[in-house]
């Protein structure tokens, strides 16, 4: 029965990231970002940011229960295998998200996951949005986007073993990224070695699921932006559908730390380098 289980939590998983596969896809076509990176791990980096983006707004209203989770990752499962023939498949890819999905069964939680983790995630899955409650317990005054996108993860049966996914998704979806772009044929060798370096650091320091808090996700989206905005200038002509990602990425970045809010520098540079008006003009 143990095993029977295992095999369930991991294809509940499996599932999971399918979800986000999805929904990112859908969020990327909404916003009309640039497709030459059109890849699983991209998509599911935008998954990530587009859950986010609707746990904020679906707390104000109702919790992020067993019912409410399902419709929404059934909804991008749904997505993801609609538009099937559009992802470019690899066997490299499955074997990749095959090791890596080991993580969530062989490490342990983070030391914050039992301080406010899980506290602040378990009760997002419980009651929508209350206010005040860091009145009565500390650990309810810290912030994180992660907290919100955790609560969407509480399943029937596994309930919060799951809060870790999201991490691990993120995780996945970066290493996928950058061995895509290793070997990308059209694109500059900079970057080729850009992408090598950049695995192999990811690979090396950020081995272990436990320590993920609320950061280190940040952290490995932060290398992928710098690796969209280096491509970008090497074009020498910022566009609107290379701008929006890395914008809409460091903002995600804010939300999960308030520290992230340094590398709005980078975004103030390219939309300086865009131009304040043209920008103004794709805010309306």
Request: aromatic fraction near 24%; charged fraction near 10%; hydrophobic fraction near 50%.
């Amino acid at each position: 029965m143990a095993l029977f289980e295992l095999f369930i939590f991991l294809i509940s998983f499996y599932l999971l990231f399918i979800s986000c596969i999805g929904h990112g896809f859908l969020f990327s076509k909404i916003l009309k970002f640039n497709d030459q990176y059109s890849s699983i791990g991209l998509y599911g980096i935008y998954g990530i940011v587009a859950l986010t983006f609707y746990s904020y707004l679906t707390i104000l209203i109702i919790s992020h229960n067993v019912y409410f989770n399902l419709l929404i990752h059934i909804l991008g499962i749904t997505i993801f295998f609609y538009y099937f023939k559009k992802f470019k498949f690899s066997s490299k890819y499955i074997i990749i998200i095959l090791l890596l999905s080991i993580a969530l069964i062989i490490s342990k939680n983070h030391d914050d996951f039992p301080f406010y983790h899980l506290q602040q995630a378990l009760n997002f899955s419980s009651n929508k949005f209350q206010i005040g409650l860091s009145n009565l317990d500390f650990s309810y005054a810290y912030h994180s986007s992660l907290l919100y996108l955790n609560s969407l993860f509480y399943l029937p049966y596994f309930k919060y073993y799951l809060f870790n996914s999201a991490n691990l998704i993120i995780y996945i979806s970066v290493i996928l990224f950058f061995f895509q772009n290793i070997f990308y044929k059209n694109k500059n060798k900079f970057l080729n070695f850009y992408a090598l370096f950049a695995l192999i650091y990811i690979t090396s320091k950020f081995s272990r699921l436990s320590e993920f808090g609320t950061d280190l996700g940040g952290q490995l989206i932060v290398v992928l932006i710098f690796f969209l905005a280096i491509e970008m200038f090497l074009k020498k002509k910022p566009q609107k559908k290379n701008i929006l990602p890395i914008l809409l990425l460091i903002t995600f970045c804010i939300t999960i730390k308030t520290y992230f809010i340094l590398y709005s520098l980078l975004g103030l540079f390219i939309i300086y380098q865009f131009g304040f008006k043209k920008f103004a003009v794709l805010l309306k």
